[in-house]
């Protein structure tokens, strides 16, 4: 019962192009979607999230996209820096953010 | 502020043996609270989660259990370690209604 498909485990990006990370879900009952940025021997840290009523939220360089119709998420991150390298995981929950589901995690890699 | 803490940070035990990690959180009271595990090349895995002292939700059988003997505590527990318990657990925390999970630092554990 794979609920969260995150199909790419690695992407490579120049420094100040445009970071874009991908979800695909199949449960219509997700209210919340979150992204998670994860570095080596550190826990995932909270990055950005949306609610189910919005299709799109800015943060600084960070801003995710939702399309409720076709089960997408995505997070886009520009300009990308070094300092982006990390492991993404998106999330997803029902109701509340407790109890969240995790996609298998894509690893960044911004270079000079 | 709030802070979670987790403990060890890595761990190698020989299979048969007892486990034990904790988790404490601080600068919130009445926390839910999970213990989440990543295997190799998986996401996330929602083991664990507890609204309360002495309550305890299982997420998916498996030959770990845990314990919050405290507000503010959460135990993860083994009395014998199989090889398929190795990964990086992770401990997390909310503390206000839908407010994001935050999470400890990890334990990689690698049973031998």
């Known amino acids: 019962d794979q609920q969260v498909k995150q199909n790419s485990p690695s992407l490579s990006v120049q420094e100040g192009r445009i970071s874009i990370l991908n979800c695909d879900y199949t449960?219509?009952?997700?209210?919340?979607f979150l992204w998670y940025k994860k570095y080596p021997a550190e826990g995932p840290t909270f990055l950005i999230s949306?609610?189910?009523?919005?299709d799109k939220n800015e943060d600084g360089r960070f801003t995710v996209f939702l399309n409720k119709s076709a089960k997408h998420l995505s997070l886009h991150i520009v300009p990308s820096q070094p300092g982006d390298s990390a492991v993404y995981f998106c999330?997803?929950?029902?109701?509340?953010?407790?109890?969240?589901?995790f996609g298998t995690g894509t690893r960044l890699q911004v270079f000079p | 502020s709030q802070t979670i803490h987790q403990w060890p940070a890595t761990l190698v035990q020989p299979v048969g043996s007892p486990l034990s990690l904790e988790c404490t959180v601080e600068g919130t009271s009445n926390p839910n609270l999970y213990w989440y595990r990543q295997a190799a090349g998986r996401g996330l895995q929602l083991l664990f989660y507890?609204?309360?002292?002495?309550?305890i939700s299982s997420e998916v059988p498996q030959n770990l259990s845990a314990s919050r003997p405290q507000d503010r505590q959460f135990i993860l527990s083994s009395k014998k370690l199989l090889l398929s318990d190795s990964g990086f657990y992770l401990c997390a925390f909310t503390g206000t209604y839908n407010s994001p999970l935050h999470f400890g630092n990890g334990t990689r554990l690698t049973v031998t």
């Open positions: 449960n219509s009952m997700f209210d919340y």
């Open positions: 507890s609204v309360g002292i002495g309550q």
């Open positions: 949306i609610s189910s009523i919005k």
């Open positions: 999330a997803f929950g029902e109701d509340n953010t407790d109890k969240l589901i």
